[in-house]
């Protein structure tokens, strides 16, 4: 199942941001152990970049962009797609790129916490707790919690 993650889903995992990050934590496991195919846009790189150098420093930043480089695949960023957003009648530009990188990508949908952003659009748009329960991924927080991811 190819899933990308938006950039506030992969954020949650990082910075431990409750009551979210559980389960982000577990489909980010689901990504590590191949249960799901992820994909981030290029855009969202450059993003936890900038907000994670100014969080922890420039040098955990560039790790955590390696650590996610080993389990993500990336959803280009061209003309067409900008071009493509620019069109689009998703109003916050950010998803808009972020969307037709995904539709590119060859995605089968999206996670989100912000289901309302993406509309309206054609591919399906789930909540990180919604996607855990589609896939078989329910488990309890504690375990999620106690997760780091590598």
């Known amino acids: 199942m190819k899933i990308l993650f938006d950039t506030n889903v992969i954020l949650d995992v990082i910075l431990n941001r409750q009551p979210f990050a559980p389960s982000a934590i577990v489909l980010v496991a689901a990504v590590e152990e191949k249960q799901i195919q992820g994909f981030l846009c290029a855009t969202t790189l450059t993003t936890i970049d900038y907000l994670i150098s100014k969080a922890l420093g420039t040098t955990q930043a560039r790790t955590t962009l390696k650590k996610l480089l080993q389990l993500f695949e990336i959803a280009a960023v061209n003309y067409p797609v900008i ?68």
Do not use: C, M
């Open 83 to 150: 071009q493509t957003a620019i069109e689009s009648s998703i109003k916050d530009f950010e998803d808009a790129v972020l969307y037709e990188a995904a539709k590119r990508a060859g995605v089968v949908g999206i996670v989100t916490r912000n289901k309302v952003d993406f509309t309206p659009v054609d591919l399906p748009i789930y909540l990180p707790d919604e996607l855990a329960t589609i896939v078989g991924l329910r488990r309890i927080h504690e375990e999620a919690a106690s997760y780091k991811a590598r």
